[in-house]
């Protein structure tokens, strides 16, 4: 256990994961199970623009949420922005507050804490309009989630009492459990527990009251924090291994990563390292699995004192420093403020002075942020503000009956002169707004002269900025087609192939390479991230590298190969200061003939091999290496696989374009099942023949959707 802070690195960030956010709705999430057959009715409703708006904005609401948000929060956003959109199309302010609580979460859950503090505030504005009070609740405890992250306690703890405020006032049990959490929490943060303890408590009784197991098994988490502060190490084991049963149970992956790691700190303050080691690696696994990049600095940060008591010093000062690293860049300051300390010690005692003062001087300039005083003051008035607003109430109610006698003589005093008031002031508004209306006709007469000719000017513009833009992309295609195979060469060394190639947009992300070799050909298709134009730029440097790895570094192993290109690519991105993480899918084939033998060898980054032997009536499926040429954690290197064909063999490499591409009766997915039985239906045709029939069924099948990303498909007959 690291000993600067003994009792705030366990628990800090338990209530974080344990409080997921709340929905419009007010209903806590756990982790969603959404059904195929579901998801796809749900997208069918979404997909029919001949639905009601109400309709198919309800549907996209739980698909986004249900489907997406968890598992691809980047995904989300781009649904959510569709989805609102349509909202606003429709003015419906519910499903414009909803969409944008979407979009506000997606970001929340990838650490862009900004982007989700403008569209949770949007998503109040909406909710204000219409005065959904849950919705106004529910968005208030998320603004105070964001700034708590961002170590702004003044505003977390103002947003959270308001929310605690609301949710009182609308009887919302769930949500003032959720608000009464939050507060505790943030005096955690603050190191001021007393006051954490007394929320806490509160949360648990309601939670016990109310019987919801996510709620419950929060509330566990919150009192074994109490325990903890107060030095009874036994029974915070005991509720925390509750809370643990409770979130396996109902599956709860990502709390059950952040309980975990508390139980490896518990085994820590036993000295028990094997059992710290096994707890501590299971949430660690299981954050990196989510991407939950606040839990794996935390789980980083503990690893780090695990490492020391084993007498890793060099392991232990790694893992603190991508701790700090990871903290730094998400700007969340508690996690940051512990491996910088942690890297304080370790350097000193590793007798490296200059990197020990620079990590004590981030270790004091983190301190000092989160426990400034203004902050101090900030949480103290807050709560002294809603406590007499509480007690203003109270009084109000004592002195109703006085209230409501003094009206009513006020009534009757007024009464008298009511209707000498209506006739005086229906005379004087009716002459101001007959006199108003001449004025607003006039004045509108000549606006609209000045308007018609802005407007003019603004469309003639609009037209010269349009056709600038499409002739710069046309001119872009001219030099991504130059990189190219030509079909001359293609036909020259594939004899019997063909290539399907159709980009979504004017230029394209999917490429397909060839490059001679004496004796054999190397050739590929490929599927950069993106499409369009940011495609096409990551297209001509992954192209790039191909060349090189072979041309500059002259390798032929297609395994090789793609170690080196993806070298390559991971070298050209570093240059940037931003952390670029776009690259490539890959299928790379290499054909030889000799002494009558057709050899085969492939190497493929997350795209397979497909081989349909002369007769067959199924594909033989060689399956890619799961990793993509550029950034990825622990990457290993591509295996090449050799296979022998016989002469009337097919193979086919491609992008997954064609298997994802949207359609049908029903708007699904073709899905990889139906592309195989395509490929085995043509057997029997040339392979000229068989690029006609996948373009005509690809075009069949879209229909009248929009395609949805760049298609190429390489098919060779031995």
Known sequence: MTSH??????????SLVCLLLWTISGKL??????????ADSLWSLWSDKSSPDTVRLGAMDNYAWDGYLFTKPDSAVLLGKDFLDLAKKAQNYKYQGAANNLIATAYYFTNKYDSALLHYEQAYKSYNNINFQEGLGSC????ANVYKEKGNFALAIENAMESLKIRERNKNERGIINSLEIIGTIYSRQENYPKAKDYFKQALKRSQLLGDKQLLASAYTNVAA?????????????YTLKSLDLMREIGDIKTTATVLSNMAELDLLTDDLDEASKHLQESLDLRREYGDMQGIAVSLNTLGEIYKRQGKLKASIAANEESLKIATEIQTQPEAKEAAYALWKAYKENNNPNKALWAYERYIGLRDSLLSIENEKALIEQELGYKYEKKVLADSVKNAQLVKVKDAELKTKKAENKWQRTIIYFS??????????VYMVVKSLRLLRVEKAKVDRTYEELEEKNTEILDSISYAKRIQSAILPPEKLVKQHLENSFVLYKPKDIVAGDFYWMEPQDGEVLFAAADCTGHGVPGAMVSVICNNGLNRSVREYGLKESGEILDKTREIVISEFQKSEEDVKDGMDIALCSLSTAEGKHILKYAGANNPLWIVRKGADSIEEIKAHKEPIGKCENPSPFPTHEVELNEG???????????DQFGGVKGKKLKSKSFKQLILSMQDQS???QKALLDKAFEDWRGEYEQLDDVCVIGVRV
């Open 687 to 689: 392979m000229e023949a």
């Open 140 to 143: 208030k405890a998320n603004i």
């Open 29 to 38: 999430k756990a982790q969603p199970n959404l059904e195929p057959s579901y």
């Open 5 to 14: 802070l003994p009792k705030q690195n366990i628990f800090k960030y338990s």
């Open 226 to 238: 109490i325990f903890y502060m107060e030095g009874e190490y036994d029974s915070t084991k005991i």
């Open 428 to 437: 004087v508004a009716l002459l101001l707004v007959i006199l108003f209306f």
């Open 649 to 659: 063999d097919s193979f086919y490499i491609f992008s997954d374009g064609f298997a």
